[in-house]
């Protein structure tokens, strides 16, 4: 039913700059809170971002405050994150997903995770 799509990682040194995308299909999007997920080998998939129905709400893990910036184009079915000034602790493969709005639960639409991004950041 739900199709998550995730793209636009890559391999940068410390200190550059990615721009994630995240295609979404199957559900109404307008009506989801969105977010974005990231999971380092050997450790468990944390939220890192997430965003209302449109781009007024928006909410970062404190380890990303200030550097990555959440928004989405409902329009386009499309969900971004613009990371800066990554570091080498922001390596992990990242995922997106519906969201219950206020937290990092779930939406019931939800059903699997896309392929996710492989984002690797080098010192």
């Known amino acids: 039913q739900v199709h998550l799509v995730e793209s636009g990682g890559g391999s940068v040194q410390a200190g550059g700059s990615l721009r994630l995308f995240c295609a979404a299909s199957?559900?109404?999007?307008?009506?989801?809170?969105m977010g974005w997920f990231r999971q380092a080998p050997g450790k468990e998939r944390e939220g890192v971002a997430r965003i209302g129905f449109d781009n007024e709400y928006r909410y970062y893990d404190d380890s990303v405050k200030g550097r990555f910036t959440i928004s989405r184009d409902n329009a386009k079915n499309t969900l971004y994150l613009q990371m800066d000034s990554l570091r080498p602790e922001d390596t992990a493969v990242y995922y997106c997903?519906?969201?219950?709005?206020?937290?990092?639960?779930?939406?019931?639409?939800?059903?699997?995770w896309g392929q996710g991004t492989q984002v690797s950041v080098s010192s």
């Open positions: 199957g559900f109404q999007g307008r009506r989801y809170c």
């Open positions: 997903a519906p969201l219950v709005c206020g937290g990092w639960r779930l939406a019931s639409v939800f059903d699997s």
